[in-house]
């Protein structure tokens, strides 16, 4: 390993100028030097391009609307870091995240990547979550019942993988998952407790899109029933797929019933396919409360 080996941060940006500055400068101000800083603009139409070209450092790069997946891969072909990180415009690293993850890679040889914990940052209600998670070994087989990275940001990746692995913009949502399956089952990584980056959490998040990350995690998941060969990871799928039935349908449920949920028509139809009695519940309970108010 180098030295000091370059790393390369890209940001894709749709229509976050107003969080891209943030995003920018919490790369800038990082404690590891050797850092190059690829926005990829995924045909915005604010002011995201005026932002990123106010940064001299910024190499910029304009693409039409294409989505995330495709921005990133743009990011890869465009970089030239020997590590890579990927951080969203509205999210930003703590200031010794590339210095922490490099760390890692320097004392356990070679890795695929290296991911840390982070925290949510819950937008209106002004709180603040950690998010650790303690895995030390078994990473596919641990990423099978369920997604212990969560965020991209806490992700360092070394440039090889990319040579095999890009992001599959057939995608809607879950790449990132897609992903790191496919890398753990080929190659080795790391996961430590350290915080490495903050998660902006709002009402438009993709991830508040629950049918559309259910129906993306659990087709993730089956791709991967294909290249099973031994029983704990059978089993391990079989764990995922209901976690994540559980977990979405959960927060459906709770948002059906309290009337949070505006789209109601698609939620009622995931409940039923996915958990039939929950849906059931939420359509007897909207009918009580019809007729005696």
């Given at each position: 390993?180098?030295?000091?080996?370059?790393?390369?941060?890209?940001?894709?940006?749709?229509?976050?100028?107003?969080?891209?500055?943030?995003?920018?400068?919490?790369?800038?101000?990082?404690?590891?030097?050797?850092?190059?800083?690829?926005?990829?603009?995924?045909g915005?139409?604010?002011?995201?391009?005026?932002?990123?070209?106010?940064?001299?450092?910024?190499?910029?790069?304009?693409?039409?609307?294409?989505?995330?997946?495709a921005?990133?891969?743009?990011?890869?072909?465009?970089?030239?870091?020997d590590?890579?990180?990927?951080?969203?415009?509205?999210?930003?690293?703590?200031?010794?995240?590339?210095?922490?993850?490099?760390?890692?890679?320097?004392?356990?040889?070679?890795?695929a990547?290296?991911?840390?914990?982070?925290?949510?940052?819950?937008?209106?209600?002004?709180?603040?979550?950690?998010?650790?998670?303690?895995?030390?070994?078994?990473?596919?087989?641990?990423?099978?019942?369920?997604?212990?990275?969560?965020?991209?940001?806490?992700?360092?990746?070394?440039?090889?993988?990319?040579?095999?692995?890009?992001?599959?913009?057939?995608?809607?949502?879950?790449?990132?998952?897609?992903?790191?399956?496919?890398?753990?089952?080929?190659?080795?990584?790391?996961?430590?407790?350290?915080?490495?980056?903050?998660?902006?959490?709002?009402?438009?998040?993709?991830?508040?899109?629950?049918?559309?990350?259910?129906?993306?995690?659990?087709?993730?998941?089956?791709?991967?029933?294909?290249?099973?060969?031994?029983?704990?990871?059978?089993?391990?799928?079989?764990?995922?797929?209901?976690?994540?039935?559980?977990?979405?349908?959960?927060?459906?449920?709770?948002?059906?019933f309290?009337?949070?949920?505006?789209?109601?028509?698609?939620?009622?139809?995931?409940?039923?396919k996915?958990?039939?009695?929950?849906?059931?519940?939420?359509?007897?309970?909207?009918?009580?409360?019809?007729?005696?108010y």
């Amino acid at each position: 390993m180098k030295k000091s080996p370059l790393v390369s941060v890209i940001i894709p940006c749709y229509n976050h100028g107003h969080y891209l500055s943030n995003s920018i400068e919490s790369v800038m101000g990082q404690t590891y030097a050797n850092v190059e800083i690829v926005v990829v603009d995924d045909g915005s139409s604010d002011n995201s391009k005026a932002v990123a070209k106010s940064y001299p450092a910024v190499r910029y790069y304009w693409q039409e609307n294409k989505g995330l997946s495709a921005a990133r891969n743009t990011g890869i072909d465009r970089s030239k870091g020997d590590f890579l990180v990927f951080l969203d415009a509205d999210d930003w690293l703590f200031p010794e995240a590339l210095e922490i993850n490099l760390r890692y890679f320097q004392e356990k040889g070679s890795l695929a990547f290296v991911s840390g914990s982070y925290e949510n940052v819950f937008i209106g209600e002004n709180v603040r979550e950690a998010v650790i998670n303690d895995v030390k070994t078994d990473h596919y087989l641990n990423l099978l019942k369920k997604n212990y990275i969560g965020m991209i940001a806490a992700v360092m990746f070394s440039r090889f993988v990319f040579g095999e692995f890009q992001y599959d913009t057939r995608l809607r949502a879950g790449e990132d998952y897609d992903l790191y399956l496919k890398i753990t089952k080929k190659y080795p990584v790391m996961h430590h407790k350290e915080k490495i980056s903050q998660y902006r959490l709002y009402s438009s998040n993709m991830s508040s899109n629950i049918p559309l990350m259910l129906d993306s995690v659990l087709k993730i998941l089956k791709a991967q029933s294909k290249n099973l060969k031994s029983a704990p990871e059978k089993e391990a799928l079989q764990t995922g797929m209901v976690m994540w039935k559980n977990y979405y349908c959960g927060i459906l449920y709770q948002k059906l019933f309290l009337g949070s949920e505006k789209s109601w028509p698609k939620s009622i139809y995931c409940l039923l396919k996915h958990k039939p009695l929950f849906a059931l519940k939420v359509i007897f309970s909207k009918i009580k409360s019809t007729f005696l108010y």
